[in-house]
């Protein structure tokens, strides 16, 4: 059981980072943070005023990014600071573009982090967008309810069940490799 948990919670992503951390997010229950031996939860307290966490993120840098039901918190120095361009975003995915910009899906709005906050960049036609990638190529790849998206020098190819995807319906995106 999770601390400040039933006994119960439901969870909605996970990651590893660098340094061994395991980090869940969930539903209802906020963000915790796995430690050999410690199980350390978070909350109002350390600046995360949101308890429904989904999804999790670390960029190339190793900042931990937290999407919720109301905005994106960033993880620094044992404290989240809500980005202030994100308050009122339901957050679907996180990623990061080719250079290394954070990019944020809500619904099917794509945006990316400049200097002066999140700026609109792409709305897809893919329903709601669940995962984001970037491939060694450079290539941006959005998975969502109604397919799969490449975009590589401003163009943008859409993948489905007609191009041989397997189902419509995109939650991950790896590279293996290959």
Do not use: C, M
């Not at 109002?44 to 308890?51: P, V």
């Not at 900042?63 to 918190?73: E, K, M, P």
């Not at 990061?96 to 906050?117: C, F, N, P, T, Y």
């Not at 993948?159 to 290959?178: E, H, M, P, S, V």
């Amino acid at each position: 059981a999770l601390p400040n948990s039933p006994g119960w919670a439901t969870v909605w992503a996970g990651i590893e980072d660098r340094e061994g951390n395991i980090w869940i997010g969930t539903f209802r229950y906020g963000l915790f943070r796995i430690r050999k031996q410690i199980i350390t939860s978070y909350s109002k307290a350390e600046g995360l005023t949101e308890n429904n966490v989904y999804p999790i993120f670390e960029d190339r840098q190793g900042t931990i990014w937290i999407g919720t039901a109301n905005g994106v918190f960033k993880y620094q120095d044992g404290t989240f600071t809500r980005l202030k361009s994100s308050e009122n975003f339901y957050v679907d995915a996180l990623g990061e573009d080719a250079s290394g910009r954070l990019l944020v899906s809500s619904g099917g709005a794509l945006s990316r982090l400049e200097k002066d906050g999140l700026k609109l960049f792409y709305h897809s036609s893919l329903g709601h967008i669940w995962t984001i990638f970037t491939d060694r190529e450079n290539a941006l790849w959005i998975g969502g309810d109604l397919g799969l998206t490449r975009i590589k020098d401003n163009i943008a190819e859409t993948f489905t069940t007609a191009q041989g995807l397997a189902a419509n319906d995109t939650k991950i995106i790896i590279d293996d490799n290959n």
